[in-house]
């Protein structure tokens, strides 16, 4: 292993571990109670399941699509492991749209508003984060877009979840229960 593959899986390895940090610092303040752990009545459960499962497809038909791509010799103009988290993006976009159309997204213990601050604003740092890579010329790797791609995808998944979101509070009037 070289010098710079090593520095890159260390700034990958530590960009993890804060993005985890920071992860868990917005779960604990997006909450009612002070928990982590978000509560869901039984009807939420059952259609979460529900979104699970198609999720679970979703990532199995974009794995699918891989390995048969794969097995013709056909080649993306993408690494593999943007094919990889593009296949993931679309299956949590999938898991959360379910969940906002069917009003379980939200946990019963959840601030609402605090989640629709917070979505923005990820998806804004990963935009950030996108565009600073590609000013760097870091995006295309011998001719193929490169993993520091995937901050522009998960920007998009996180844009269309809050879009999905907005949508659906519009249609139901604004309504906040979740803040009561």
Do not use: W
């Not at 009807?43 to 699509?65: D, M």
């Amino acid at each position: 292993m070289d010098q710079i593959t090593l520095y890159k899986s260390m700034g990958v390895l530590v960009g993890l571990c804060i993005g985890i940090a920071i992860a868990i610092l917005i779960l604990f303040l997006t909450k009612n109670n002070g928990k982590i752990k978000a509560d869901y009545d039984e009807r939420q459960e059952l259609v979460r399941h529900k979104g699970y499962k198609y999720a679970f497809y979703t990532l199995a038909i974009c794995n699918g699509i891989s390995c048969l791509l794969d097995i013709c010799g056909l080649q993306l103009p993408v690494e593999k492991s943007v094919e990889v988290m593009t296949g993931i993006a679309i299956s949590i976009t999938v898991l959360a749209f379910h969940g906002i159309m069917n009003d379980c997204y939200f946990a019963l213990n959840e601030k609402k508003n605090s989640i629709m601050v917070v979505l923005p604003v990820v998806g804004l740092f990963n935009l950030a984060t996108g565009i600073a890579n590609s000013m760097t010329g870091n995006i295309f790797v011998d001719g193929k877009v490169g993993f520091p791609a995937i901050s522009f995808i998960c920007a998009a998944m996180v844009f269309v979840i809050f879009i999905a979101a907005l949508i659906k509070g519009t249609d139901d009037g604004g309504s906040d229960d979740e803040e009561s």
